[in-house]
């Protein structure tokens, strides 16, 4: 029998993780797929997969005006809240990069310092547009 | 199952219900705490899954809410968070939560959870099914099945209480079978019990409704009855006392043609005064004795009320 070895391991199976030569400020994955294969397991026909980016995409941009607003207000609790939010959306559909980025403002906003959350909004900004085209193929797609 | 999902953010709420109905449970949805709240009472769901951080009435307030229900039956509940707020599952769990899952969900460690929650509810139902039916054995005497001497003490310190709030009377009448001890000694403690029961059948149906009775002792009944003057009380002591006598059982005691009877001392509770219900006992006993000494086979009525 073949044992583990034969096997590929983790590095052959995900795009390089050494240091690209390309732009550091684009992740290797915009999505983290293993969400979205679970909710097209649960529901083959990808209706609730349709669904869920449906509402994403619909609640996403309220949110992150509510979000920008409170950030111009400088107001952590509602920071906090609002990045709250949206940290759980995108983690549900995988937007493993938008959840990041939410999380980092939580953090900020928890302690009170909101100096660095403008530049973070930007950031935050275009990876929702990045993860919303990558979310709006993927729930058209058909199930692999 | 019947399962409520609690989440202020919508994505999250889909996922979550779309995961619970694959599983083949019934979801219901709440968008804050307070929504959930309402739910729970309209609804009594199995098992809810609720956020941690909300507007409003959060996770651990809801934790803490549905704990302190005293009624209904128990609901089982899980506390969803973020890896990163390891903190708030403890605090949960303190609050009430009996297990979490961490965001993003997936139905892999929603099914786990879910076959601990069918588990522990199923068991939880089982007990409180026993639990009342302790309760109820509890304060049933065995041999009548009248209400027990345990929950006289409990039915007569409310009774009382609210008697004095209000200033309303009630009367207490001890029942003593004649001569029980001859009976026994004639046919036997088979027969007694026997005998004992049919007393008891047939004083529980000359009493009206409302008015109770209790096994007080060995050949001891007690009615009670509230809101009742000792006149219109009186009256229906000499009822049960006279159906019980017509119903003739043969005593066989001292005298032939002898059958089976009570003797009954009544006392009424003064609103006026400063009585307490053991009071009121005491008095009911020793017009009991009185109509032991008159004769036994009546009804004597202690002189504490006001003769109006």
Known sequence: MRGVRSQPGWGELRPATAPAPASQTVPAEVIDASQLEMLRRVSPDGSLLRKVVDAFLVEMPANLSALSDAVKLGDPPSVRQAAHRMRGAAANLGATAVAGLCAQLEQLALEGHLTAAPAILVGLGAELERAGVALRGAAELPAS | ?308
């Open chain 2, 1 to 308: 199952m019947r399962i409520l999902a609690v989440d202020d953010e919508q994505v999250s709420r889909l996922v979550l219900q779309g995961l619970v109905e694959s599983l083949g449970h019934e979801c219901l949805i709440a968008e804050d705490g307070d929504e959930a709240w309402q739910l729970i009472g309209d609804t009594s769901p199995d098992v809810v899954i609720t956020d941690w951080m909300m507007p409003g009435t959060d996770g651990m307030e809801l934790c803490r809410r549905i704990r302190a229900r005293t009624d209904g039956s128990y609901i089982y509940v899980i506390v969803a968070t973020s890896l990163t707020e390891r903190d708030n599952v403890l605090r949960g769990m303190e609050a009430g939560a009996d297990d979490y899952l961490t965001k993003p969900l997936n139905q892999f460690d929603l099914e786990t959870r879910l076959v601990a929650a069918k588990r522990v509810t199923t068991l939880l139902a089982e007990l409180a099914r026993y639990r009342a039916e302790l309760a109820r054995l509890a304060r049933t005497d065995p041999l009548t099945q009248l209400r027990n001497r345990l929950s006289l003490g409990d039915d007569l310190a409310e009774l009382h209480a609210r008697a004095r709030r209000y200033g309303r009377s009630y009367c207490l009448a001890m029942c003593d079978v004649d001569r029980f001890k001859a009976y026994n000694d004639t046919f036997g403690h088979q027969a007694g019990d026997k005998m004992l029961r049919e007393v008891g059948d047939t004083l529980g149906t000359a009493i009206r409704q409302g008015d109770l009775l209790y096994r007080y002792g060995g050949e001891d009944f007690l009615m009670v009855l509230p809101e009742q003057t000792a006149h219109l009380a009186a009256r229906a002591a000499e009822r049960a006392r006279a159906a019980l006598e017509s119903l003739g059982v043969a005593h066989g005691g001292a005298a032939p043609g002898d059958v089976v009877t009570i003797s009954v001392g009544l006392a009424a509770f003064d609103p006026d005064g400063n009585m307490t219900s053991d009071d009121v006992l005491r008095h009911a006993d020793t017009a009991l004795y009185e109509a032991k000494a008159a004769g036994r086979n009546r009804v004597v009525l202690a002189g504490v009320q006001p003769s109006r």
